[in-house]
């Protein structure tokens, strides 16, 4: 973490430009790290950057990318999915979501139909990370009203798809993820690094 503090000091003082990417999920993404497949983001999490509503993607996914998470701040819990292939006794529809660069996701129902059950969720609390692979489906659980923050380092997998869980008959459709203001980023960087400051105070 404190190999990305410099940059987050610099977008809380207004001396990077650095928007951040309100996610379908629920929570404010700052894109910190881009090389090849490999990436860094800051996610926040909290009342503060909900924009109200239920989230406008399904929570149940798979990424197409592994991930290590470091909790920063806050309590977040990993629901770990069991996704078994069962096109008689369904309950879920398989997605797949395509994202496009102009922050548009395409989320298009596949021929698979799974049954999906949430297993074990997995607590961890600032100072610890978690690993997901690539495929895994979980969906990420945060208290509602608490604040937390994860830095999460992806590496993209080949031939790696984003996936999601949704109902049998779901419709193809779209989502946008909304880029925040300037103004708004910093004043959800400064008050993210607040607390990551006093997380550290013995």
């Not at 069991?82 to 979501?97: I, K, L, Q």
């Amino acid at each position: 973490m404190d190999a990305f503090l410099p940059a987050l000091e610099e977008i809380a003082a207004g001396k990077r430009e650095l928007r951040a990417v309100r996610h379908p999920l629920g929570f404010l993404c700052l894109p910190l790290v881009r090389h090849g497949p490999d990436g860094v983001c800051l996610h926040l999490f909290g009342p503060e950057h909900d924009a109200g509503g239920p989230p406008a993607a399904p929570p149940m996914h798979a990424h197409s990318w592994e991930l290590l998470s470091h909790v920063l701040y806050g309590e977040v819990g990993n629901v770990h999915v069991d996704v078994r292939d069962d096109p008689a006794g369904a309950t879920h529809r398989v997605f797949e979501v395509r994202v496009g660069p102009d922050g548009v996701d395409e989320i298009r129902p596949t021929g698979r139909r799974v049954r999906a059950e949430p297993g074990a969720t997995h607590i961890s609390t600032a100072g610890q990370a978690y690993a997901l692979g690539a495929g895994v489906f979980h969906s990420t659980v945060v208290t509602p009203g608490l604040a937390a923050a994860t830095l999460v380092e992806g590496r993209s997998v080949p031939g790696g798809r984003d996936l999601s869980l949704g109902p049998l008959d779901g419709p193809p459709r779209r989502t946008t993820r909304l880029l925040c203001g300037t103004e708004d980023t910093i004043r959800a960087v400064r008050t993210a690094l607040g607390r990551i400051h006093a997380e550290r105070r013995p």
